[in-house]
């Protein structure tokens, strides 16, 4: 859901603004954008090179744990031949979000079908597909008692976990206001 995708974004936004604080306030704040992450992550939903690949893989693998099916094969698919150019664009495009959002959102549904597949659904667990999203795919183990959690962020000396940050903000009451789902 969008609800989802902004939960995380709010957290990748929190962390790259209180954890290179100097340099949002001198660079992203001035020009009211969203931050785009360093040469690490990519875009403002923090995806990383690998991930990203992987995602890509995943798509096209039937045999992957996170294998969405035959009918999402082809979403990601590249229109140039030089496809490392082409997914830096993508992901770091500054006038158009739409790939670090759609990557995002096949990063949380990839994550939701292979604890699913292992009887395990995540899929009204916001906490726990936020911090899978964070900690990665080698990461992810499918139980049935997980935890939220997640690199720690430090906001006004209070430590949260990118998990539990994201729940926090999807729980919150504020954002009901419109009704959307």
Do not use: C
């Amino acid at each position: 859901s969008s609800r989802k995708i902004v939960a995380i974004l709010i957290v990748e936004q929190l962390r790259l603004f209180n954890s290179e604080r100097e340099i949002y306030k001198k660079i992203f704040a001035p020009l009211k954008i969203l931050g785009n992450q360093n040469q690490f992550s990519w875009g403002v939903m923090g995806i990383k090179q690998d991930t990203a690949r992987q995602i890509e893989f995943n798509l096209k693998n039937s045999d992957s744990k996170w294998y969405l099916g035959k009918q999402n094969e082809n979403i990601l698919d590249f229109k140039t031949d030089n496809h490392d150019q082409e997914r830096f664009e993508r992901l770091t495009d500054e006038n158009n979000r739409y790939y670090s959002y759609l990557y995002a959102a096949i990063l949380i549904k990839q994550l939701e079908i292979q604890w699913k597949s292992a009887g395990f659904s995540i899929e009204d667990k916001i906490g726990i597909s936020a911090t899978l999203y964070n900690i990665g795919f080698i990461n992810s183990i499918p139980k049935a008692n997980p935890e939220i959690g997640g690199s720690e962020i430090e906001i006004g000396k209070v430590h949260y976990s990118f998990g539990g940050l994201a729940q926090s903000f999807f729980d919150n009451d504020a954002y009901h206001y419109s009704g959307a789902r």
